[in-house]
Each structure stands twice: as C-alpha cells, then as structure tokens.
C-alpha cells in the first residue's frame, strides 16, 4: 500500500520525533492526526505488553474542554449515561448519541470541576456537534479542543514506572480516577485509564514544552523496567473486546447494539432518548472465534448461518496467546448465542466461525 503524504491537515503530535525516533513503521489518521499502528514487530510488542510496560503517543484521543455555568447540562444532554453522582477526580466511559439514538463518538469523560469537563474523543467530530447543540439552545458553555496530548502508559509494570517520576502516591489511583501530580515542577492530569487490558495511566500532558522532556524521562527511568515505544495493540484490544469507534460500531448503532446497555442509566431527558427506547437491541456486539488463515480485516466480512447474511466482522487478527483468530463482531439476535456456528466471508473466502462467551482477557 502507499504511504500517507505528510501535510499540515494530518497532524503531527508533541510526540511525532519519539515514535519516529523509535521505528514507526506504519501510521493510522484518527481525529486528522497521527497514530502509530505499527512500531517493530507486532506480535512481539503484543508479548511484551503483557509483561513489562509500554509508552503509547495517543495525542489522537483530542481533549475537548466544556467550561461554564451549563456545563453539566451539556454532558446530561449528549449522554445516556446517568451523570448525576460524578465525582470531581472521576472518569466515565460515556456513549454519546444523536437524535435518532446512533451513537456518535464513545469518549472517555472526566469531570475536571462542576462546571468544567474534558471529553477524550474517539475518532468522530464530535466538537461539532456539541458547539452545535450549545449554540442552538444558547448555554452559558466555552467548547474547544485543548492544547492537551494524552500520553499512555501501559502495562503490568506501569506503576513501577510511574511512581519512579510521579512518586509513589500514585499508586494509590484507582481505575477511571483521576488526580494531579508534579512532573519537574509542572502539575499534570493523570488517569488510570488506558485503551489496553493490561492496566496503565493516561498522562494529560498541556502544551508542547513538557512533551517531549517527559517522554526522554520515562525511556531513561523506564529502561531498567525493559520499557518499549508502543501502540495500541490490535490483538490485545480485540482479545479484551476494546470497541473502536468507526470500526466495530457507528453512527447506526445504538448503544445497545454496542454491548453499552449497562451505560444507558440516565433519568435525564437527554437528546435521542425517546429514539433510543423505542430501539430495543436486534443485533449486538460479540466475541467471534475464526478457524484458519484470515486476511488483513480492513473491511467489514459478511458473516452467515445457512446462507442468510446474520451479521459481520469488524476487527479481526490471530492470536499467539489463545491460537486462535479473535474477532469483535455484530450478530443478528436469531444467531448471538454463545456455541453458535457462522461462516465468515473474508476476502480470501470462507471461514469457519463460533461464537464466544465472553472476549478472551
Ligand atoms: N483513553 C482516553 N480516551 C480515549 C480512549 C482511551 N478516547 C478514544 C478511545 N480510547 C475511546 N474508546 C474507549 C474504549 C474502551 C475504553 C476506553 C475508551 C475502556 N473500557 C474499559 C473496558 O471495557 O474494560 C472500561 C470501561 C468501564 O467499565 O468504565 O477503558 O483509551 N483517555
């Protein structure tokens, strides 16, 4: 495949010299900015990230900052996810929808203050449509994208790390909390988040001039403890059943299909509700196991049961740990049962499929 022409519109990040520095080999765009998908060999930095620790450029995941007196309005209205009881140091995975109950992005939300929240998006243009809903009902809300790249660090020895830089109170941080700490005399937001399975922070890091100094830190403190550049890794986040936004769901999708029900706790009115209710789930998100050899899954595969098309896979890659092609994909209510047997339509033919259980991690 050719490569991506570099130009002002895809974005490079405070981080873009330390993953070049590293060996990328293969970018992604999300959110019109660069996002390794390949740094050395895959498989290896899949071993290595359930064992040591690794450092994620995600600049991609765009801060946007809501502020002002209706700023808790705007987050009831994008949600349903109930938001009533967020505590000030506290994350939320949070489905946001449309009108007609589609979801439109799945952020990670963190509530800075009362009035103040940051939405770490996932790959839509989200912004838009909040400073569309804000303008069209007049709330007393500021809505930007933040001069703010996420860094994240990832893995079973992440706290190791951290507290080598961060000092040992950070252990303390527990999942979807956030706190601040001083990095050389700069306070930082720092979550124990992470699109892995294998535990981590997100580092918050505001402006360019701490960027790159922080990263040359980490690599020094964190060679004892055999650190690695790395990325999202698309074994382990199918293995965990990580959705991705424009991937394994869509602007079509409801929550519900997504396998976000346990989300859908609002008492709010909020925007597509009634649309939402009256979409009971008819196909939702599933663990599917593929047999054989499976192509790059760079499309949607039509999935069958007795020649009728019952659903599709969206992510799909073999996996050393489970020796098995794991996969996420969306199957009609008729075929969703764990121990159904499917056809999967790759490009290079048919494969055997079953559904799961559960995800694998
Ligand atoms: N971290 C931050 N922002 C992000 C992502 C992230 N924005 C983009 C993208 N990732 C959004 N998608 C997800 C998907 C899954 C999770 C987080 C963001 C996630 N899920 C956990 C799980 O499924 O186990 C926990 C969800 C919960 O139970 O609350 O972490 O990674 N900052």
Not at 39 to 64: C, N, P, T
Not at 187 to 210: A, C, D, L, N, P
Not at 251 to 267: I, M, Q
Request: glycine content about 8%.
């Amino acid at each position: 495949m050719a490569i991506i022409t570099p130009s002002r519109r895809v974005r490079r990040t405070p981080f873009t010299e330390g993953v070049e520095a590293a060996g990328v080999t293969s970018y992604t765009v999300y959110n019109r900015m660069l996002l390794a998908a390949q740094i050395g060999s895959f498989v290896e930095d899949y071993h290595h990230l359930k064992r040591h620790v690794q450092m994620w450029d995600v600049a991609v995941e765009r801060q946007i900052s809501i502020k002002g007196a209706d700023a808790e309005k705007l987050m009831k209205l994008i949600s349903p996810r109930d938001m009533s009881k967020m505590q000030d140091d506290q994350c939320f995975y949070l489905p946001v929808i449309g009108a007609d109950g589609g979801m439109l992005n799945d952020p990670v939300t963190m509530k800075i203050s009362p009035d103040h929240y940051w939405v770490s998006l996932a790959d839509s243009d989200f912004m838009l449509y909040l400073l569309g809903v804000a303008d069209a009902l007049s709330l007393d809300v500021e809505i930007s994208e933040a001069d703010i790249a996420p860094l994240a660090i990832q893995g079973p020895k992440s706290d190791d790390l951290m507290a080598k830089i961060f000092g040992d109170d950070i252990r303390a941080l527990t999942f979807f909390r956030h706190g601040i700490y001083s990095f050389e005399g700069r306070q930082m937001h720092i979550s124990r988040s992470g699109y892995s399975k294998q535990g981590g922070f997100e580092i918050y890091v505001e402006g360019t001039e701490y960027a790159m100094p922080l990263w040359n830190r980490m690599l020094a403190e964190g060679e004892s403890l055999n650190i690695r550049i790395g990325c999202p890794n698309l074994i382990e986040r199918v293995e965990g059943g990580l959705l991705s936004y424009g991937n394994d769901m869509r602007r079509e999708n409801t929550p519900f299909e997504a396998g976000l029900g346990k989300f859908v706790t609002s008492a709010e009115n909020y925007l597509g509700k009634a649309a939402l209710m009256a979409r009971p789930a008819q196909q939702m998100i599933r663990p599917v196991a593929i047999s054989g050899d499976i192509p790059v899954c760079d499309r949607a595969w039509p999935v069958y049961a007795d020649g009728r098309k019952v659903g599709q896979i969206t992510s799909a890659i073999f996996s050393p740990d489970f020796n098995i092609n794991v996969s996420i994909g969306m199957v009609a209510d008729s075929h969703w049962d764990a121990g159904t047997k499917l056809e999967v339509e790759t490009q290079d033919g048919m494969r055997d499929a079953e559904i799961q259980t559960q995800f694998w991690i």
